[in-house]
Every structure is written in structure tokens, then in C-alpha cells.
């Protein structure tokens, strides 16, 4: 297997702009893990989902964030609109039973 | 609620040096522990887990023993190379869920 897959790798975009994170789970899995990464902050868990549903999201910052999960090889994370602050490093995993993260999306607001 | 408190880093070692990195976790049932390691640039990789009280966890020469009476799951090296600077982050999950607690991470620096 590929592993969890994240797209894109990098993106740098303006304030208040519209952001899309994709993440593709590994096979099989039937959870799916959003974190945000920073310095200051560390490692949050923002939202995580079991068999495509949202289970809890309480970890997202505000209504400027939203996540979805049309099927079972897909999710995405949304930010509209986008901030300087929401700048980090944004993981994807998935899980059944050990999670598996992907390598990131490193989000750059300007 | 569960928690895990990892000790404040960064760990800096020379190669070869014994490693130890501290975990303890606060849980109101039988979790399940975990160290997961972050090289520079990449996402968290599972480094080993123990499942049940006395268990150890064990990968690339790191080991982690689940000790239920100290409540502790910390990670030892015998030898540390280069190439283990990272940061390394202790975690439990509830066993409801694949959620996962995890800890703050602590760096870890080794110089040849």
C-alpha cells in the first residue's frame, strides 16, 4: 500500500483565500485523523471521522474550518477564509487500530 | 480526562549514549501505549506499542515497557546513533476508539 496520501505537499496562498487539503486514508482503514501541527501549539487533533462519519470536530478552531468525507477513500480539510494564523503543518492519518499518518501539507498564509 | 506527560526536552546525547525518554499517562481504563517518532520533515511513524500491562514494545532497538503500577511507558536505547535525532511523542488510546493522547514530544539531538 502507498501509504496515507496528502495533496498538495506544500501551498502558500493569501489571506483570505480559499484553502483545500486532500487526503487519500490507507485501504481498509475505517478511521481518519485531521491534525495541525505548529511551534507554538504542537501536535491538535482538529476532527476525526469512523466509517466516513464525523465523530468529533470539537478540536476545530472555528467555523472557517470544515472537513468532510464524501467515501471511504477520501476527505478533505477546508479553510474559508484562510488567515496568517492558520500558517502549520496540517497531517492526515488513518487507523485500524494503529495510525498511520501521511506526510503533511505545509500550509503558508500570507 | 487521559493524559500524557512526556519530560521537557530537548535530550541532547553523543553517539552511543543510553537514551531514556520519560512517559507517564493518567487513564481511567486499559489503554493501549504508543511512541510514535517525527524525523525532520515528515509525518509521525508508529516506533512500538504494548498493549497490556507488562508487555514490552520493542522496534530498531528502542524498547518500552507498559508498567501499570507507576503508570509509566518510557523509552530506552542502548546506543543512540545520528540518525535518531527526532522528536519522539508517547501516546494511549482508550481502546473505544482509534483516538489517540498523545503527549508533547521531546526532541532528541545525538552529536557524533
Known amino acids: 500500500d502507498a501509504g496515507v496520501i496528502q495533496s498538495p505537499r506544500h501551498e502558500v496562498t493569501e489571506m483570505g483565500q480559499e484553502v483545500t487539503l486532500r487526503c487519500k486514508p490507507i485501504s481498509g482503514h475505517d478511521y481518519l485523523f485531521w491534525y495541525r501541527q505548529t511551534m507554538m501549539r504542537g501536535l491538535e487533533l482538529l476532527i476525526y471521522?469512523?466509517?466516513?462519519?464525523?465523530?468529533?470536530d470539537s478540536g476545530m478552531p472555528e467555523d472557517r474550518f470544515s472537513a468532510k468525507m464524501p467515501n471511504a477513500s477520501f476527505s478533505t480539510l477546508k479553510i474559508q477564509p484562510s488567515e496568517p494564523r492558520d500558517s502549520a503543518v496540517y497531517f492526515c492519518a488513518s487507523s485500524s487500530y494503529e495510525q498511520y499518518f501521511g506526510p503533511g501539507t505545509r500550509l503558508t498564509v500570507t | 480526562g487521559d493524559s500524557v506527560t512526556q519530560m521537557e526536552g530537548p535530550v541532547t546525547l553523543s553517539e552511543e549514549a543510553f537514551l531514556t525518554i520519560n512517559c507517564t499517562y493518567t487513564?481511567?481504563?486499559?489503554?493501549?501505549l504508543f511512541w510514535y517518532v517525527q524525523y525532520p520533515g515528515e509525518g509521525l511513524q508508529l516506533l512500538l506499542k504494548?498493549?497490556?500491562?507488562?508487555d514490552k514494545g520493542s522496534n530498531k532497538g528502542f524498547e518500552a515497557t507498559y508498567r501499570k503500577e507507576t503508570t509509566s511507558f518510557h523509552l530506552e536505547k542502548g546506543s543512540v546513533q545520528v540518525s535518531d535525532s527526532a522528536v519522539y511523542f508517547c501516546a494511549l488510546s482508550d481502546g473505544d476508539t482509534d483516538k489517540l493522547i498523545f503527549g508533547t514530544g521531546t526532541r532528541l539531538q545525538v552529536f557524533p
Open positions: 504494548a498493549t497490556k500491562a507488562d
Open positions: 487513564a481511567t481504563g486499559y489503554p493501549s
Open positions: 471521522f469512523n466509517n466516513n462519519v464525523p465523530i468529533d
